[in-house]
């Protein structure tokens, strides 16, 4: 049994994708391609915003966001410790600083009381408070109706962390569509991915989209030898944009089968494990399906038994942002963000995918059930 089964997708789309790298090959334009633009357009009308950038990676599409505001030294950032080391490092490449607001117990997302807190925390310190990036974790969009509210009254900018989000939603709104600007991941793991790296950023405002575009191409002006301000090369490559084009155009399929499978798991999986909670009119993607166990004894033993019966499972994540090494000059203490911590400890995420059989599904529950 795979966590993530990228071989039956293929099988399912193998001669289209086949077709239209060969097309890439023909053209020869493997830097900025015309399915650049066409998967620019394509992303930003299934989102349902005005423009769609492409980039290098999901980490570039949060970092270009991040110098195209100029936020640096001096600034902090607010967002969530509980979620991949990405959305905090690219705080710190700018030479700002992280400052860590915890979750929702229920939806392991940031809890907008502790973004206020944590805005007076930076304060405090001396730092400006210039932005908040809040996670789409799982695929989960975060509470953006209080987020931005908060953004507004104290002047900050939202940059939504949607590398899991693609394809959740808000009543009718889609996730990457819920901050001043939207970071998404390409990554061929994430719920739309290519095979390589690969992110986009989306956003409504004009002048923004064309400073995101500079930047993702080394600061260029009006040509490409006309350099206006510091960049990056952060290009997506035209191979990875005809992948995603024929990934894109399943993609809605795969995204019922997953919250079918997110169904029936709910159903059937044995109330010891907590499930995440899904608010109403909210959905998910399911980039992970997460269960919390009652302690890290219980999860060690649940993960143990399920590898005994050949299912892979996995821990997003092990160490919250704030506990890392590499955070370690933050000066945060284990207790300081305690609903992550506590998270930590007992989360683990079973297989998900749009190809798992009703027998798959049948087999991790019944393990599940009788760990
Ligand atoms: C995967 C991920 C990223 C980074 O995306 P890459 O494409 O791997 O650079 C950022 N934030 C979150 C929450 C992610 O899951």
């Not at 650049?36 to 949060?62: H, M, P, R």
């Not at 210039?130 to 969009?141: C, Q, Y």
Request: aromatic letters at 10%; one cysteine or more; a positive charge.
């Amino acid at each position: 049994m795979q966590f993530i089964d990228l071989k039956s997708q293929q099988k399912r789309i193998r001669s289209k994708i086949e077709r239209r790298i060969l097309k890439v090959l023909d053209e020869g334009m493997y830097i900025m391609g015309p399915e650049i633009n066409e998967l620019e357009e394509k992303l930003a009308s299934y989102v349902g915003v005005k423009y769609c950038i492409t980039c290098a990676s999901g980490t570039d599409a949060l970092l270009i966001p991040l110098m195209a505001k100029k936020i640096g030294p001096g600034d902090a950032v607010i967002t969530t410790p509980f979620t991949y080391i990405a959305t905090a490092e690219v705080i710190s490449l700018v030479g700002a600083e992280p400052v860590f607001a915890d979750v929702y117990p229920n939806t392991f997302n940031i809890d907008p009381a502790e973004i206020e807190k944590a805005i007076y925390k930076a304060k405090e310190k001396g730092l400006t408070p210039r932005a908040i990036i809040p996670v789409n974790l799982f695929g989960l969009p975060a509470r953006y109706r209080v987020i931005r509210e908060i953004a507004k009254k104290e002047n900050l900018f939202v940059i939504e962390d949607a590398a899991q989000g693609f394809g959740g939603s808000i009543r009718r709104n889609k996730g990457c569509s819920f901050g001043d600007a939207a970071s998404t991941s390409f990554f061929p793991a994430k719920p739309l991915g290519c095979y390589g790296d690969g992110g986009a950023i989306f956003t409504n405002e004009k002048g923004l989209a064309s400073l995101f575009k500079s930047i993702r191409i080394h600061g260029s002006g009006s040509d490409k030898y006309q350099n206006d301000r510091v960049g990056i090369n952060g290009r997506l490559d035209t191979i990875q944009a005809a992948v995603l084009l024929e990934k894109l155009s399943i993609f809605d399929s795969e995204l019922e089968k997953r919250n079918k499978i997110a169904k029936y798991y709910n159903q059937n999986i044995n109330s010891v494990f907590q499930k995440h909670y899904i608010p109403k009119k909210y959905s998910s993607s399911w980039a992970q399906y997460s269960l919390l166990a009652r302690d890290s004894d219980h999860k060690e033993k649940v993960i143990s038994e399920l590898k005994k019966s050949h299912i892979p499972s996995m821990v997003y994540y092990k160490i919250p942002l704030h506990l890392q090494k590499c955070f370690s000059k933050l000066k945060y203490n284990i207790g300081d963000l305690p609903i992550s911590e506590n998270l930590s400890e007992r989360i683990f995420s079973i297989p998900m995918h749009p190809y798992l059989t009703i027998d798959q599904q049948d087999t991790i529950i019944e393990v599940l059930n009788h760990a």
